[in-house]
Structures are given as structure tokens and as C-alpha cells.
């Protein structure tokens, strides 16, 4: 009994034929096959060819003005057309500690590329991400350095490995600070490790670009949860100042029926299940509800073996908040799209069997501009799946201003200065995901830029409450 499906209209689908699941094998050979593949070198030097080394003591190059890091792409461009790999990779990595994971996952598309002088003369832009890749694949080639005692300096906590905290413990080195990074996680990266999809990066060069932090001095302890008030009281005996980079909390949910069902899931487990190589049996057909998460999560079921995967949102395609590059890819590879599509409930006796769906029309504006979706009575149909991801953004961490005296959040994000990352608890500075609610990865790296040139203001003008 408990195995029959139990909506009429599933019967017929589920009796069609499904097609064999893919070897896990060629999934994961399908997962990791990389988006934008190695330059050789040939390759690389033609390309760099094509660069016209814009810019000059006035103005930056277009591409450099647009890219969050403010790598000196003319330079390390130059340096690869000179012969000079590892040059140009020690160029980029001045700017961007982070400048090797940034050349596989920025979306160059819209950021450095989509500046190139090129474009405006009617040819293709520069190919910036694919070069830094190879600049920075040439540097990290070489045997790793030793690591470097801690600086001398005043000593700054980093909680969080992830981009924007690798970014602020690498300037704050620099800046001669001894920062040590907490991280609850065995492994670096955050999100870049465990939530960017594998064909993007799986795991290198993010070991590397560690070790080039220890280099510099930058300490590492994993497997540390800050977990409470007299965790973050820890640090504050033994730090002169604490950067968070905590980024956002788990999965949201669309809070709907169903939700429970095996077949249904939230998109960070998913993605880091993959991540992890422990494939998802998807079945022959996915939907994945929300915006710009959801077209990795849709891509992934395709890879995965689904036969049809379908993006439910619920505006239309303009409203739409994903990268415009990345919705045409994911079209490109057979995802479809169900625009002003709503969720109603999860549906299925052992497991989910369909996505009860209701039709979604444009109203006035709400509080944030875009227009309101309202429902459209009697349009509700089943969509028969046989797995469901919710992609449909992460919750803010907000029992840090709990364990915090002073931290204030405002619409899920912690509120803080945006030129220096400081809060209103002045010991306490923030960037990355916590502080925009979910960006880039170059942007958390900006963020954590910022934060250490502000840790380096408040401890100089004698800061710390220690
Ligand atoms: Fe080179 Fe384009 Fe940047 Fe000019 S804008 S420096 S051509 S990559």
C-alpha cells in the first residue's frame, strides 16, 4: 500500500521507462569536468598578446576598476606575454590571496571582462580569468614555503577560513599583525569548499593558497567552533581584535508540506554531498526552487543523469537573480525554466513523488522595489519529480548578536561600517556573506580587504579592550 504513488496523474509518469542511472563513474567525470579548462602555454602567451596594457598613472585599466580585488590585471598580463609565469602570479596574488580559486569562480562575465576595452571595440574581451588562472597555476606549481613564525604584532582573531577571512588574516600579515583563523571546519575555503559547484572547484587550489598564507605568518586552527558567548569571551582575552567572517547560516527553507520527505532537499547538503563524492541518486526528474543558487544545483542534476530538471520561480525571468550568463548556460545544457511558478507543497506517500505548484502573477512593488508575486487562484498542478532541491538562500546568523554586546543586525546582515568592516561593538569587525547577505567571492575578499586595513586603523589609534 505505502508504495503506491498516491496523485493520479503520477501513475502514468511513473509507469513511462526511466533511463538508467548514470555510472557513478561518469557522473563524477561529468561533475568535475572543469567550465573554463587550463590554458597551455601557447595559449596563454597568444592571448596576452591581445591585451592592449591599458591604463597608466591616472587612470586604471577598465578591467582593474571592475574587479573587487583591484588586481593589477594589465601587469600580471604583461609579465605572461614577457615569459614570465610566476611573475605575473605573484602579481596577481599581491592583490587577491585568493587569486587562484577567484580565476576559476569570479564571473569574469560580468565583472573584469565585461569592462575590456575590447568588448567596446566589437571583439571578445581579454580572457582575464583564464590567464590568472594560468599566472597563478605557474606560481602555485612551485614547492609550497615553509611557514613563517607569527609576526610580532598585536594579535588579531579571524573567525571563519573562508574567503573573506583568508583575505583579512593574509592583509593583516602583511600589515605585520599575527592573525590566527578559527574555523569549525577540518579544511579552508568555507563555502568555496563546500557550496561552489565541483565543475567549478573542487577543492584546489585552496591548500595551496593556505599554505601562502602560513607563509606569510598567518596561523590555523581547524576543528574550532566558536559556539557561544564564552567562546567569543576566549577570544577576546587573548585578542586585540576579532574579524567575522561567519558567513551565513544554513539553508532556508520555503516552509511548505512535505518538506520532510526523502527526495527533498535543501541545497547546501546537496551540493556538499557532491562535493564530498557522495553522488545523490536524483531520479530521472528534479526541480529546484529559487534563483541564483539553483542554477548550480540545476546543473549539477543534469550531471547527475536527470532527464529533466526544472527551475520553479516565482517572477518572471527578469526578476530573476542569477547571473545572466549562468541562466543561459544552465538553458544551454537542457535545465527548463518554469518563471512565476510557486511551490505549494511536497507530495508523496514514502517519498516525494511531485511539487503541488501554483501560477504567480506581478503585483505593485514591495518594500524592496521589485514587484510583488501574488497567486493566480485555480492555477495549482502537479509537477511529477523525483527530487526536489531548495535553493532558496541561507539564514542570517543572528545569535551572534546574542553572544556579542553591541552587534546589530539589520535585514539579516550584521550592520557595520562598509569602508572598514568596523561594528558597533568596535573590537569587532565583519565581511563577506555576514555583512551583504550572500555575494561573490571576490567581493567577500574586497570585504576582508577592507576589514584589515580598518583592524589596522583601530589597534594604531589604540584600540582593544584588552
Ligand atoms: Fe587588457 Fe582589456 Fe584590461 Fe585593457 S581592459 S588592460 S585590453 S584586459
Same mark, same amino acid.
Given at each position: 500500500?505505502?508504495?503506491?504513488?498516491?496523485?493520479?496523474?503520477?501513475?502514468?509518469?511513473?509507469?513511462?521507462?526511466?533511463?538508467?542511472?548514470?555510472?557513478?563513474?561518469?557522473?563524477?567525470?561529468?561533475?568535475?569536468?572543469?567550465?573554463?579548462?587550463?590554458?597551455?602555454?601557447?595559449?596563454?602567451?597568444?592571448?596576452?598578446?591581445? &591585451? /592592449?596594457?591599458?591604463?597608466?598613472?591616472?587612470?586604471?585599466?577598465? &578591467?582593474?576598476?571592475?574587479?573587487?580585488?583591484?588586481?593589477?590585471?594589465?601587469?600580471? $598580463?604583461?609579465?605572461?606575454?614577457?615569459?614570465?609565469?610566476?611573475?605575473?602570479?605573484?602579481?596577481?596574488?599581491?592583490?587577491?590571496?585568493?587569486?587562484?580559486? &577567484?580565476?576559476?569562480?569570479?564571473?569574469?562575465?560580468?565583472?573584469?571582462?565585461?569592462?575590456?576595452?575590447?568588448?567596446? =571595440? *566589437?571583439? @571578445?574581451?581579454?580572457? $582575464?580569468?583564464?590567464? #590568472?588562472?594560468?599566472?597563478?597555476?605557474?606560481?602555485?606549481?612551485?614547492?609550497?614555503?615553509?611557514?613563517?613564525?607569527?609576526?610580532?604584532?598585536?594579535?588579531?582573531?579571524?573567525?571563519?577560513?573562508?574567503?573573506?577571512?583568508?583575505?583579512?588574516?593574509?592583509?593583516?600579515?602583511?600589515?605585520?599583525?599575527?592573525?590566527?583563523?578559527?574555523?569549525?571546519?577540518?579544511?579552508?575555503?568555507?563555502? +568555496?569548499?563546500?557550496?561552489?559547484?565541483?565543475?567549478?572547484?573542487?577543492?584546489?587550489?585552496?591548500?595551496a593558497? @593556505?599554505?601562502?598564507?602560513?607563509?606569510?605568518?598567518?596561523?590555523?586552527?581547524? *576543528?574550532?567552533?566558536?559556539?557561544?558567548? #564564552?567562546? /567569543?569571551?576566549? /577570544?577576546?582575552?587573548?585578542?586585540?581584535?576579532?574579524?567575522? *567572517?561567519?558567513?551565513?547560516?544554513?539553508?532556508?527553507?520555503a516552509?511548505?508540506?512535505?518538506?520532510?520527505?526523502?527526495?527533498?532537499?535543501?541545497?547546501?547538503?546537496?551540493? =556538499?554531498?557532491?562535493?564530498?563524492?557522495?553522488?545523490?541518486? +536524483?531520479?530521472a526528474?528534479?526541480?529546484?526552487?529559487?534563483?541564483?543558487?539553483?542554477?548550480?544545483?540545476?546543473?549539477?542534476?543534469?550531471? /547527475?543523469?536527470?532527464?529533466?530538471?526544472?527551475?520553479?520561480?516565482?517572477?518572471? =525571468?527578469?526578476?530573476?537573480?542569477?547571473?545572466?550568463?549562468?541562466?543561459?548556460?544552465?538553458?544551454?545544457?537542457?535545465?527548463?525554466?518554469?518563471?512565476?511558478?510557486?511551490?505549494?507543497?511536497?507530495?508523496?506517500?514514502?517519498?516525494?513523488?511531485?511539487?503541488?505548484?501554483r501560477?504567480?502573477?506581478?503585483?505593485e512593488?514591495?518594500?524592496?522595489?521589485?514587484?510583488?508575486?501574488?497567486?493566480?487562484?485555480?492555477?495549482?498542478?502537479?509537477?511529477?519529480?523525483?527530487?526536489?532541491?531548495?535553493?532558496?538562500? #541561507?539564514?542570517?546568523?543572528?545569535e551572534?548578536?546574542?553572544?556579542?554586546?553591541?552587534?546589530?543586525?539589520?535585514?539579516g546582515?550584521?550592520?557595520?561600517?562598509?569602508?572598514?568592516? #568596523?561594528?558597533?561593538?568596535?573590537?569587532?569587525?565583519?565581511?563577506?556573506?555576514?555583512?551583504?547577505?550572500?555575494?561573490?567571492? +571576490? =567581493?567577500?575578499?574586497?570585504?576582508?580587504?577592507?576589514a584589515?586595513e580598518?583592524?589596522?586603523?583601530?589597534?594604531?589609534?589604540?584600540?582593544?579592550?584588552?
Open positions: 500500500m505505502g508504495t503506491q504513488p498516491i496523485v493520479p496523474s503520477l501513475r502514468r509518469a511513473a509507469s513511462r521507462p526511466q533511463p538508467a542511472p548514470p555510472a557513478a563513474a561518469d557522473a563524477w567525470q561529468a561533475m568535475t569536468a572543469e567550465l573554463k579548462p587550463p590554458l597551455t602555454a601557447e595559449e596563454a602567451m597568444a592571448e596576452s598578446y591581445r &591585451c /592592449l596594457l591599458c591604463g597608466g598613472p591616472y587612470a586604471q585599466a577598465p &578591467c582593474v576598476v571592475a574587479c573587487p580585488s583591484e588586481v593589477d590585471i594589465p601587469g600580471f $598580463i604583461a609579465a605572461i606575454g614577457e615569459g614570465d609565469a610566476r611573475r605575473a602570479g605573484e602579481i596577481v596574488f599581491a592583490h587577491n590571496p585568493l587569486g587562484g580559486t &577567484c580565476a576559476r569562480v569570479c564571473p569574469t562575465e560580468v565583472l573584469c571582462e565585461a569592462a575590456c576595452v575590447l568588448v567596446h =571595440e *566589437g571583439q @571578445r574581451a581579454v580572457d $582575464i580569468g583564464r590567464l #590568472q588562472r594560468y599566472a597563478t597555476d605557474a606560481l602555485l606549481a612551485a614547492p609550497a614555503p615553509s611557514p613563517a613564525p607569527a609576526p610580532a604584532g598585536r594579535r588579531v582573531a579571524v573567525v571563519g577560513a573562508g574567503p573573506a577571512g583568508m583575505a583579512c588574516a593574509a592583509r593583516l600579515a602583511e600589515l605585520g599583525y599575527a592573525p590566527t583563523v578559527f574555523d569549525e571546519r577540518p579544511e579552508e575555503g568555507g563555502l +568555496v569548499r563546500y557550496a561552489i559547484a565541483p565543475y567549478r572547484e573542487l577543492a584546489d587550489p585552496l591548500p593558497e @593556505r599554505r601562502r598564507l602560513e607563509a606569510l605568518g598567518v596561523r590555523f586552527v581547524f *576543528g574550532h567552533r566558536i559556539d557561544g558567548p #564564552q567562546a /567569543l569571551r576566549a /577570544l577576546e582575552a587573548e585578542f586585540d581584535a576579532v574579524f567575522l *567572517g561567519v558567513g551565513m547560516g544554513e539553508d532556508s527553507s516552509g511548505i508540506e512535505g518538506e520532510h520527505l526523502p527526495g527533498v532537499w535543501t541545497s547546501l547538503p546537496f551540493i =556538499e554531498a557532491i562535493k564530498a563524492g557522495r553522488l545523490p541518486e +536524483v531520479g526528474r528534479v526541480a529546484v526552487i529559487g534563483g541564483n543558487t539553483a542554477m548550480d544545483v540545476a546543473r549539477e542534476a543534469v550531471r /547527475l543523469g536527470a532527464r529533466e530538471v526544472t527551475v520553479l520561480y516565482r517572477r518572471t =525571468e527578469a526578476e530573476m537573480p542569477a547571473f545572466r550568463h549562468e541562466v543561459e548556460e544552465a538553458k544551454a545544457e537542457g535545465v527548463r525554466f518554469s518563471w512565476l511558478t510557486a511551490p505549494l507543497r511536497f507530495v508523496g506517500r514514502d517519498r516525494l513523488e511531485a511539487v503541488e505548484c501560477y504567480m502573477r506581478l503585483g512593488p514591495d518594500a524592496s522595489g521589485r514587484r510583488r508575486p501574488e497567486p493566480v487562484p485555480g492555477t495549482e498542478f502537479l509537477l511529477p519529480v523525483d527530487t526536489a532541491v531548495e535553493a532558496i538562500g #541561507q539564514r542570517p546568523r543572528a551572534f548578536a546574542q553572544w556579542i554586546e553591541g552587534l546589530r543586525f539589520e535585514g546582515r550584521i550592520a557595520c561600517d562598509p569602508a572598514t568592516g #568596523q561594528t558597533d561593538n568596535p573590537r569587532y569587525f565583519a565581511g563577506g556573506d555576514d555583512v551583504n547577505g550572500g555575494d561573490t567571492v +571576490v =567581493e567577500a575578499v574586497r570585504w576582508g580587504k577592507a584589515a580598518g583592524i589596522d586603523r583601530y589597534l594604531r589609534a589604540g584600540g582593544s579592550g584588552r
